[in-house]
């Protein structure tokens, strides 16, 4: 996988609501790849989760403290929380999922390119 791209790893899932682990590498709020400019778990970001041929894609919904899976005495700020929307399978996006990720299964920026899955081409309706 792009490790570009990697903003973390699958905590917990319930549902279609997906708590993820950020990476310890992440810098900043915002990567450049490939030239463009991506904001990092910011809420109503895209995220992609791949797994084998499919990807899931989700909506942040929440990020930081209260997005952990876990509310002890001291949660972890480095979590976000995802409400799955959709899937792909090579290029065609349908709305809703039929597959689920597990724990630990890695989470990506969605890019340009993921986009184009998800809304279609300008000219393609």
């Given at each position: 996988?792009?490790?570009q791209?990697?903003?973390?790893h ?18 900043s709020?915002?990567?450049i ?5 991506y ?46 929307v ?15 990720p ?8 969605v ?15």
């Amino acid at each position: 996988m792009n490790s570009q791209t990697l903003l973390g790893h699958v905590g917990a899932v319930s549902g279609p609501t997906v708590n993820v682990r950020l990476s310890n590498t992440l810098a900043s709020g915002a990567a450049i790849i490939g030239g463009s400019l991506y904001s990092i778990a910011q809420v109503g970001s895209f995220v992609r989760i791949p797994l084998g041929f499919q990807d899931l894609f989700g909506i942040v919904t929440d990020v930081g403290a209260t997005a952990s899976p876990v509310q002890d005495d001291a949660p972890s700020a480095n979590w976000l929380r995802v409400q799955l929307v959709g899937e792909s399978i090579g290029s065609a996006f349908e709305r809703g999922i039929g597959r689920h990720p597990n724990v630990n299964d890695e989470v990506h920026i969605v890019t340009e390119k993921d986009l184009a899955r998800i809304y279609g081409s300008p000219g393609a309706g």
